[in-house]
């Protein structure tokens, strides 16, 4: 493991122009295990013009040539899943195996991206003129900046650098501040595999002027970004005119309606709430519960909670590490401080544990007796935190309680009746909405994003819905007189 994490500028390993670094510290352990080359916003026009060059110098590859470089990210990414994988819980906080199970699933993202480029076709367009061949074609649109949040540290970014070189694209990628050593190895992974130099560019650092240069930058053409709503508003202002593919905030809701099946409702919520920490923005923020069943549910995800494991990340047993920010611990006590203000009570956990090597080994919390004025109705905890609400009536009652809010990203429905269930679940607003199953399902295929008119972005990740989002249609039209046909 290096103690040192360098920009990566076309091809080049250089420390931040400004000689500037910060320190790496972990969450689990409280040591610092790295330093962090600090960008300023000269190193992202650097960053940007080698991007800019090596499009142009790359252009014409075909996209099986793409492929290949993607595949053989891939398998060094594998090769080197267990090394990455403690790496990524030093600096994270989530448990070995679990690292390790994201790392995997980063090579797939990069398999993934590379068989959907090879099927990214065009049409031939029926045209009025009878000597006029209309095709069209999908070309890279360019240089794209990547922002990248901490949750997922190696498997997001791969939802955007994997289409984006695949499709032909050059990036210039600015990773969490918190989680950039292990973005670094995901690097190296990208250069041993032969990537020209250039295609793909590190820029690391906390500083919020670079990363506004990057967004901004006139020679960038597209953004991708998953993060927080608020500064996804910012992004999006700053990068007006630019394709934008743009994951933000989430905050349920899980509906459960009357006669749902709480054997499988309360293990699949409690999974939602608490993997990962409650950091997902698929997480259950919300749990909308019909009064006629909340006690019963409330009692099973208190028994869900009593069964993981807050520990070390490093421990086998160990289901459950630490948050991984100061912010995260300071929005859970505000979250739990503000239900119980208003009335509420919790019924399982509640701070963090004593004794720990920091503070942020957060007890997996269930809230109860809330009401819909409280916070975390309204906020994203992004924490291990359980929040039920009691709705009485009926499932119009629930449905209208559901979509109120701001978000719009994920959601789940719990009910017998699929036809109920099912109609229920069309008229929520969310980007996907899952059935009986926890709301953080996905595969690396499926179309991720939020709802129209919410806050939790526009387009959507995943398979061919990302390589279109990065590409752009070209149409041609070929005089051929006389007549063809």
């Known amino acids: 493991m290096s103690d040192e994490v360098t920009l990566r500028i076309g091809g080049r390993s250089r420390g931040a122009r400004g000689g500037a670094v910060y320190a790496a510290v972990s969450p689990a352990t409280g040591e610092r295990f790295a330093v962090i080359a600090r960008a300023d916003e000269s190193d992202v026009d650097a960053a940007v013009a080698a991007a800019a060059e090596a499009f142009e110098a790359h252009r014409q590859e075909s996209a099986f040539t793409r492929a290949d470089w993607c595949h053989r990210i891939a398998a060094l990414v594998e090769e080197r899943a267990a090394t990455m994988a403690r790496l990524l819980s030093l600096e994270h906080g989530k448990p070995v195996a679990q690292a390790e199970a994201e790392i995997r699933l980063a090579a797939d993202g990069f398999r993934l991206a590379a068989e959907e480029a090879k099927r990214l076709g065009g049409e031939t367009v ?20 990547v922002m990248t949040p901490f949750n997922f540290p190696v498997n997001i970014p791969v939802e ?9 694209n050059a990036v210039v990628w600015r990773p969490a501040p918190s989680t950039a050593a292990v973005a670094g190895a995901l690097y190296e992974c990208i250069a041993d595999a032969d990537v020209p130099p250039g295609l793909v560019n590190l820029v690391t650092g906390p500083d919020l002027g670079p990363a ?5 930058h006139p020679a960038v053409n597209g953004v991708g970004f998953t993060g927080s709503s608020k500064a996804g508003a910012e992004i999006a202002r700053l990068a007006a005119g630019k394709a934008q593919v743009m994951e933000l905030g989430g905050n349920g809701p899980i509906v459960v309606l009357p006669d749902a099946d709480l054997d499988r409702a309360a293990p699949a919520i409690a999974s939602a709430a608490f993997a990962n920490s409650g950091q997902s923005c698929s997480a259950a923020g919300r749990i909308i519960a019909a009064a006629s069943i909340a006690a019963e549910l409330e009692e099973r995800l208190v028994e869900e909670a009593r069964h993981e494991v807050v520990g070390s990340p490093f421990d086998a047993g160990t289901t459950m590490g630490p948050v991984h920010t100061r912010g995260v611990a300071d929005t859970m006590a505000r979250h739990v401080a503000d239900g119980l203000a208003r009335g509420g009570r919790t019924a399982f956990g509640g701070g963090p544990l004593p004794d720990r090597p920091t503070d942020l080994y957060w007890r997996p919390t269930v809230l109860v007796g809330l009401e819909e004025d409280a916070a975390v109705m309204a906020e994203e905890t992004f924490g291990p935190l359980a929040p039920v609400l009691r ?13 109120r809010g701001r978000y719009g990203l994920s959601s789940a429905v719990f009910g017998r009746d699929l036809d109920r269930t099912l109609a229920v679940a069309g008229r929520l ?10 709301s953080n399902y ?7 994003g939020g709802a129209p008119g919410t ?8 398979g061919r819905h990302m390589a279109e989002a990065v590409t752009e249609i070209q149409s041609i039209s070929v005089d051929l007189t006389p007549p063809w046909r």
């Open 429 to 438: 607003r969310a980007g996907q909405v899952t059935v009986n199953d926890t």
């Open 160 to 168: 955007y650098l994997g289409p984006l070189l695949a499709c032909g």
């Open 126 to 145: 029926p045209a009025r003129d009878g000597a006029k061949l209309v095709l069209t074609t999908r070309k890279p649109r360019g240089v794209f900046a």
């Open 391 to 403: 709705v009485a009536g009926d499932t119009e009652a629930v449905v209208a309680t559901a979509n």
């Open 212 to 216: 506004q240069r990057l967004v901004s």
């Open 442 to 448: 996905w595969e690396l295929h499926l179309p991720f």
């Open 455 to 462: 806050d939790s972005g526009q387009g959507r990740l995943g």
